[in-house]
């Protein structure tokens, strides 16, 4: 098929509940950016989130819990111990994460996430999400990124009230990180058992990374059952190994985010753009990220402030020049 024949396919299939294969999305990927042809992707993918999403966009809050030296040390963290960059320790107590989490569902922030580096006290926030849940009514959602852990953790967390899990094989695993991928794969197995849902993106995208490895991550974002895909770009961090890598193009993270549309198509009907622009919502991203306290993409903890200053406001106004609006909601 040709590039053209194949978008073609690809948005008919996309409310079919199957994926493309690994080939096709290979071939989708290595369209070169800002050709017609990826006009006419990324045109096809926002089609596919109209008809999917019924042009639904929603908000994704990050909150940093901790903004301490983590010792896995993986090559694109700000936070990792060897790189010296973060020197100073700071946790969000109970009362600053309450505040923050109340801050975002009054903002329709529909899935909040509490972020910790990997050796902090899953039992700890066990308490602090029963403590969110009795202090902060409303419809949004609360979830964790968090470390590793088993089946019977999972099960904990959900009793916990706990709704989803931030979980991934991140790009280069094992090798610009010192996990072991099975240990990944296995928490991800953990999740897709649990009650808990999951929310997988292909990330952290940069310039070094191959289309048959985006593909991979593609599907498998879907063949662990995340409610939520898309893709996160790794932000260059100087000081770190990888921050000598320029950042991937807005353009280039567009046509992730849409051959991830055109991929995953009604299997993964929420897909999420970090950092957030217009270009990503254009082609087919209808979920976006703010982020505030400890950011593993900074050198400072962004204490009472967002990532970038990019606050809901902003991402509304995004999401409403490329056509959508924002639910707190399904
Ligand atoms: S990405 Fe996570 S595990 Fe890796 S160094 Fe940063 S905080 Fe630690």
Known sequence: MTNLELIAYA??????????THD??????SI???????????????????TLTGDRAYLWGAIGVDFAPCSMNCDFCSLGEKWGIVRETRSYDARETVAQVREYAEAGVRWIVLRTTEFY???????????????????????LNIGEFDLAKANWLAACGVDFIYHSLRLGEGKDTRFDPKVRLSTLQAVKDSPLKLVFLVEPVGIEHTNEEIADLILLTAQYGAIVSGSMARIPVAGTPLGVHPQVSDARMAQIIAVTRLAC???????????GTRLAMEFGANVTVIETG???RDTCCCSGGKWNQFDAARAKELFAQAGYTVHQTA
């Open 265 to 275: 198509g009604s299997c993964v009907p929420d897909i999420c753009i970090h950092p």
């Open 11 to 20: 948005e008919q299939n996309a409310q079919s509940g199957t994926l493309l």
């Open 32 to 50: 070169a950016p800002e050709s017609a042809e990826w006009s006419a992707l990324g045109a096809a993918a926002r089609r596919v989130a109209h």
């Open 294 to 296: 400890s950011v593993p």
């Open 121 to 143: 006290s899953q039992d700890a926030l066990g308490d602090m999400i029963r403590t969110i849940r009795t202090e902060v009514p409303g419809d949004y959602e609360i979830g």
């Open 24 to 29: 096709q999305i290979v071939q989708l990927l």
